[in-house]
């Protein structure tokens, strides 16, 4: 147990590890009960939409990486909404943005995450539950109430300034004039009416139903563009993963428009360096994954979009003579302030993240997010439902950019999850919160999993790092910072700096990563989360 502050929670039968007590608790009954594995998460998803509003929710999008033992396949969920038919370039650009509106009813897209929900469990589920029956919890904490956990208190704080512009959301979430504070009960009446119509009338209820109509009206009534066309044009994708392999490994992510890609180009890119000869959290190490980091960061900012609309070149991005021809562009000895993208041949954070396996064996990594914190800060009144600011945050209004608006576009995600399969058969299923965090934390911690054999809970409590910015339109421009948690040697600072990194430290991480390892040999779930969260890993 050296190096961690909790133990890592083993499992015969299933394991479920979340970024808070309550919702893991409603998983593990549901695996219980009978579940498996997306009966579960569907469950657990819901719950955290309500006790961590600030996250997720009805309003939120969601993809998914899905292990199905029985046909030994990975599956993925792409479950993002695309922007308004009226959310045209010249629309915003006429108005005077430079970037997208980052809050207001002009940031949001179609939330997918409610029909990614009950798409999945129609796909995987076990058939014992209905889509009802695993909303209840979630109901009963919306409608009943529930005590705000210590670390939630703190983002409540954090984003009260948001909430305190639009009185719907005051109305909710400031009612005694001020953030919600630790052990506090919130009652979220509104959001439970919004809950029991979907368990009642099924997910498409927020798409084409009285509650569309609702979102509709509201972002009508408060000058977005969302319309109850967008709403009900709606669709879950299901599609092959992007992967790439390392060593015996295979690591799979959902392709675009998620950027999990990244993570996996990061890997390649490292492919013949022998991290594991280098001492955790030594200059050089640090310095050769931010570097990688750039470089990847680099090609999806230049390639990348939505596959609807453009060619993306993940082929070759993810190939291993184009991974040789990235570390040419590293330079070993000096941090880079300008990083370009490399050539190709193809035309071209708030998060909550968690992981669930069941007895058969299938196993599941699950983000859903309404992207910044409280997503676009207005509650539709009268729905409870806080709606994302995703296209706010995520598209750009270069003309020509892959990632620039179009009406029925989706925005690049930051969203990712990964699972790791070892010849064929699963071995590691993480995922975190965090914006353009999670490519970056979510490698930390494969490598000081695979690279420095550390247990799952040691690697997710060790100090991280994160190179900012990455991709956000509107910070990309900024100058390059390495942010570092506390925890790491004084020599480590001071050699990064001497390499040219422009060192912030000790800045704390808001990453929540959740992690479930499969001993082949045992039989044995092992799950691990990260006490930067309210959650926890549990097993039965």
């Known amino acids: 147990m050296a190096g961690q502050g909790r133990s890592i929670a083993f499992a015969q039968h299933g394991m479920i590890a979340t970024d808070h007590a309550l919702a893991s608790a409603a998983g593990l009954r549901v695996l219980q009960d009978g579940g498996n594995a997306i009966d579960a998460a569907t469950c657990a998803a819901a719950v955290l939409g309500v006790v961590l509003p600030m996250m997720g929710g009805l309003g939120g999008d969601t993809f998914i990486v899905y292990?199905?033992?029985?046909s030994g396949r990975v599956g993925t969920v792409v479950g993002s909404g695309a922007a308004p038919r009226a959310a045209t370039l010249d629309y915003f650009t006429s108005r005077g943005h430079r970037v997208m509106p980052l809050r207001g009813m002009l940031s949001p897209s179609v939330p997918g995450a409610v029909d990614a929900m009950a798409a999945s469990l129609a796909r995987w589920g076990s058939g014992r539950f209905t889509l009802g029956r695993l909303l209840e919890p979630a109901i009963e904490y919306a409608a009943g109430g529930f005590p705000v956990a210590e670390n939630e208190a703190g983002w409540f704080a954090a984003g009260?300034?948001?909430l305190s512009r639009y009185p719907s959301s005051a109305r909710v979430y400031l009612a005694n004039g001020r953030a919600p504070r630790a052990g506090e009960v919130l009652v979220q009446a509104d959001l439970g009416r919004s809950l029991r119509t979907i368990a009642e009338q099924g997910a498409r209820a927020?798409?084409?139903g009285d509650l569309a109509a609702r979102l509709a009206e509201y972002a009508r009534e408060h000058g977005g563009l969302l319309d109850a066309h967008d709403l009900a044009a709606h669709t879950t994708e299901f599609a092959e993963p992007a992967s790439t392999t390392h060593r015996d490994f295979t690591i799979h992510t959902a392709p675009p428009p998620s950027q999990g890609f990244v993570m996996l180009e990061m890997i390649n890119i490292l492919a013949q360096d022998d991290l594991g000869a280098l001492p955790w959290g030594s200059p050089q190490a640090i310095h050769l994954a931010v570097e990688a980091k750039?470089?990847?960061f680099a090609d999806r900012l230049a390639y990348v979009g939505d596959p609807r609309f453009i060619q993306n070149p993940l082929p070759r991005l993810l190939s291993a003579d184009y991974a040789r021809h990235r570390r040419r562009a590293l330079d070993p000895l000096h941090a880079q302030d300008t990083v370009a993208a490399g050539a190709i041949h193809e035309q071209v954070g708030?998060?909550?993240?968690?992981?669930?396996?069941?007895a058969a064996g299938n196993i599941c990594s699950y983000i859903t997010s309404l992207s910044n914190g409280f997503?676009?800060?207005e509650v539709a009144d009268g729905t409870g439902i806080l709606l994302n600011n995703r296209a706010g945050r995520g598209f750009s209004l270069v003309p020509g950019h892959p990632n620039a608006i179009a009406p029925g576009k989706?925005?690049?995600?930051?969203l990712m999850a990964f699972l790791a399969t070892r010849q064929g058969r699963p071995f590691l299923a993480w995922a975190t919160r965090g914006g353009d965090g999670q490519a970056q934390w979510d490698f930390q911690v494969w490598s000081d999993v695979v690279h420095h054999g550390m247990n799952i809970q040691e690697a997710v409590e060790r100090p991280r790092w994160l190179s900012f910015p990455a991709s956000d339109p509107s910070t990309i421009e900024a100058p390059y910072e390495l942010r570092m948690e506390a925890g790491f040697a004084p020599e480590t600072y001071e050699g990064l700096r001497r390499l040219g990194h422009r060192v912030v430290a000790p800045r704390p991480s808001d990453g929540g990563v959740q992690v479930i390892m499969r001993d082949r040999e045992e039989r044995v779930y092992g799950g691990a989360s990260d006490p930067r969260a309210d959650g926890c890993a549990i097993g039965c």
């Open 375 to 377: 997503g676009c800060g």
């Open 410 to 414: 989706r925005t690049m995600h930051t």
């Open 206 to 208: 927020l798409y084409e």
């Open 160 to 162: 009260a300034e948001t």
């Open 350 to 358: 708030e998060t909550t993240a968690f992981v669930v396996a069941d």
């Open 67 to 70: 292990y199905e033992a029985a």
């Open 294 to 296: 750039k470089l990847a």
